[in-house]
T-cell receptor
Framework: NAGVTQTPKFRVLKTGQSMTLLCAQD?????MYWYRQDPGMGLRLIHY???????AKGEVPDGYNVSRLKKQNFLLGLESAAPSQTSVYFC??????????????FGSGTQLSVL | AQKITQTQPGMFVQEKEAVTLDCTYD???????LFWYKQPSSGEMIFLIY??????QNATEGRYSLNFQKARKSANLVISASQLGDSAMYFC??????????????FGKGTKLTVNP
């Protein structure tokens, strides 16, 4: 049972390059999230999706785009990477958060460095 | 305005002692949920405990308990009998749907706990 799988685990980009991070979950979860983690800042929500074909902005959406074409996949894109986007990126999913105690399941993270 | 505040960037505790990690929150939603996650040095996020806003009793999960004081809007994590393996970052989070929009989890900045032998 894979849970939430993120690819790649590590990536180094040059300023201006583009890339896509893939998140896949096999738990039939409706909700999926992309967070970034920076030292001293905790986890900040970039974008999220409440179902196939839907996306919504989180706290820090600028410079990122997302797509949820299939229920099990949530893609995070950087069109023109900047050094400020150097971070650890976490994908998470949950069946919903409408049930009060529904928790998030996290992927193992992607370490992205933009030079 | 910050919704989740963790005022302790770092905490130290002796092995086998208890430790309290602070968390205060701000919401206008009468129905909300509070979560604690642990992040060891390996990086994965591990769910520890949950407290609902309507729960009458404080949540407990093994050595973890949540000291929920609704009027003060605090949800402190208590770890009893600390172990070396408890050394990690700890994040408080709140399920939030205030101001409309869908439910999502908002995290605090975290507290780094170090357990000394």
């Amino acid at each position: 049972n894979a849970g939430v799988t993120q690819t790649p685990k590590f990536r180094v980009l040059k300023t201006g390059q583009s890339m896509t991070l893939l998140c896949a979950q096999d738990m039939n979860h409706e909700y999926m999230y992309w967070y970034r983690q920076d030292p001293g800042m905790g986890l900040r929500l970039i974008h999220y999706s409440v179902g196939e074909g839907t996306t919504a902005k989180g706290e820090v959406p600028d410079g990122y785009n997302v797509s949820r074409l299939k229920k099990q996949n949530f893609l995070l894109g950087l069109e023109s990477a900047a050094p400020s986007q150097t971070s650890v990126y976490f994908c998470a999913s949950s069946y919903s958060l409408l049930f009060r105690d529904e928790k998030l399941f996290f992927g193992s993270g992607t370490q992205l460095s933009v030079l | 305005a910050q919704k989740i505040t963790q005022t302790q960037p770092g905490m130290f505790v002796q092995e086998k002692e208890a430790v309290t990690l602070d968390c205060t929150y701000d919401t206008s939603d009468p129905s909300y949920g509070l979560f604690w996650y642990k992040q060891p040095s390996s990086g994965e996020m591990i769910f520890l405990i949950y407290q609902g806003s309507y729960d009458q009793q404080n949540a407990t999960e093994g050595r973890y308990s949540l000291n929920f004081q609704k009027a003060r809007k605090s949800a402190n994590l208590v770890i009893s009998a600390s172990q070396l393996g408890d050394s990690a970052m700890y994040f408080c989070a709140m399920r939030d749907s205030a101001q409309g929009g869908s439910e999502k989890l908002v995290f605090g900045k975290g507290t780094k706990l170090t357990v000394n032998p």
